[in-house]
Each structure stands twice: as C-alpha cells, then as structure tokens.
C-alpha cells in the first residue's frame, strides 16, 4: 500500500517511476527549476501574442521577430539553467572529476606519480 502525502508536493516524492523506485533528488530538481522557466516561456509567448495582434488575429512583423527572440532567450536560458544545474547536483563522490590519468589498463594514477 503505498503511503498518502499530507503535502501536495509530497505526491512528488512518493510517486512510483517505470522501474518501481521513488524519483531521485536530481531529478526533482531539475523538474522544480524547469516547470516555472516554461511557464515563463509561454507567459512571454501569450505577452508577445497580445501585444502585437494585429486586426486579423495574426501577429504582425515586429510580432514575428519579437516571437523569434523569445524562442532565442528560451534556447539561452535553458542552456544556462542546465549548465547550473549540471555544476550544482553533481556530487565529487560521482568520480566525474579529473582526480588524475588513467592508464592503459584504465586505472586512475595520482596526478604526481612519478
């Protein structure tokens, strides 16, 4: 029987993924930062729509090219955020770092071995 959650986003945390398990603390992260960047996304989206109809429900030039900096910005701040996110969740336990040379037989040698 799997437990209630007395808080909303305790659901979150509780929720079973494909393998059965409960979702890492990562992956929550990275769906807690990336839901309010597209809801900023499609907030600009719906702003430049309003602002710049024109008479006949379409958007105008300056419409498209203000569309197409918005699309731009989004490409920028995902990037950002997932370069952020990447230095940020990554654990130096993970081995990810560079904590000398491997050898041929692939074992790392401490960067001062003679």
Same mark, same amino acid.
């Given at each position: 029987m799997?437990?209630?959650?007395s808080?909303?986003?305790?659901?979150?945390?509780?929720?079973?993924?494909?393998?059965?398990?409960?979702?890492?603390?990562?992956?929550?992260?990275?769906?807690?930062?990336?839901?309010?960047?597209?809801?900023?996304?499609?907030? %600009?989206? @719906?702003?430049?729509?309003?602002?710049? !109809?024109? *008479?006949?429900? &379409?958007? +105008?030039?300056?419409?498209? =090219?203000?569309?197409?900096?918005?699309?731009?910005?989004?490409?920028?701040?995902?990037v950002a955020?997932?370069? %952020?996110? @990447?230095?940020?969740?990554?654990?130096? !336990?993970? *081995?990810?770092e &560079?904590? +000398?040379?491997?050898?041929? =037989?692939?074992?790392?040698?401490?960067?001062?071995?003679?």
């Amino acid at each position: 029987m799997q437990a209630r959650a007395s808080r909303p986003f305790e659901a979150l945390l509780l929720a079973p993924t494909k393998a059965g398990g409960m979702l890492e603390r990562e992956r929550l992260i990275e769906i807690a930062v990336a839901v309010p960047v597209v809801a900023v996304m499609i907030a %600009a989206m @719906a702003m430049i729509g309003a602002n710049y !109809e024109t *008479g006949a429900g &379409d958007l +105008g030039p300056e419409g498209g =090219e203000m569309f197409v900096y918005a699309i731009i910005g989004f490409i920028f701040l995902m990037v950002a955020v997932g370069v %952020a996110l @990447a230095f940020l969740t990554t654990d130096p !336990e993970d *081995g990810l770092e &560079d904590a +000398g040379e491997t050898n041929a =037989e692939g074992e790392t040698e401490p960067e001062n071995a003679a």
